[in-house]
């Protein structure tokens, strides 16, 4: 069982977005540290990203359960059928995630308060950087 811890953001949602993942063992080691910009997206799509970034990286590695820890109810709820998927621009997210999900096996998910998310929200800073840097760029 590997936690991942997921949050994405966007400055000005929408804004420049990026993601953050912290991947950690069942001890609670760090396996690793993913984030990335996506130029301009909603902080909603931005978790998504997160979420999917997280799935990818443990169907890469051959992980068969994952325990996904995020501060956004909206995807936690999502994720485990509480709420619709209403917002067509999450909608080809959510069923990737819905793909990805099968492929592993076990995800649970898990709603957790912003403070003990902190690393995944660095993270996620680091990927709205680079989405500010990229929109500067061009």
């Not at 993601?19 to 909603?44: K, W």
């Not at 995944?120 to 061009?138: F, P, T």
């Amino acid at each position: 069982m590997i936690t991942a811890y997921i949050d994405g953001g966007a400055r000005g949602n929408p804004g420049p977005a990026g993601y953050g993942v912290r991947i950690e063992d069942a001890a609670g080691t760090l396996l690793d540290e993913l984030h990335g910009g996506l130029g301009i997206a909603t902080n909603n799509i931005a978790e998504y990203n997160g979420l999917l970034a997280a799935l990818r990286y443990a169907a890469a590695h051959g992980h068969r359960a994952v325990r996904i820890k995020a501060d956004s109810e909206l995807l936690v709820k999502q994720m485990r059928g509480e709420y619709r998927v209403k917002n067509e621009g999450l909608k080809p997210l959510f069923l990737q995630a819905i793909a990805l999900i099968r492929q592993i096996g076990d995800v649970s998910f898990e709603h957790v308060r912003r403070e003990f998310n902190k690393e995944a929200d660095r993270l996620s800073n680091l990927g709205m950087d680079e989405a500010e840097a990229m929109s500067k760029s061009s």
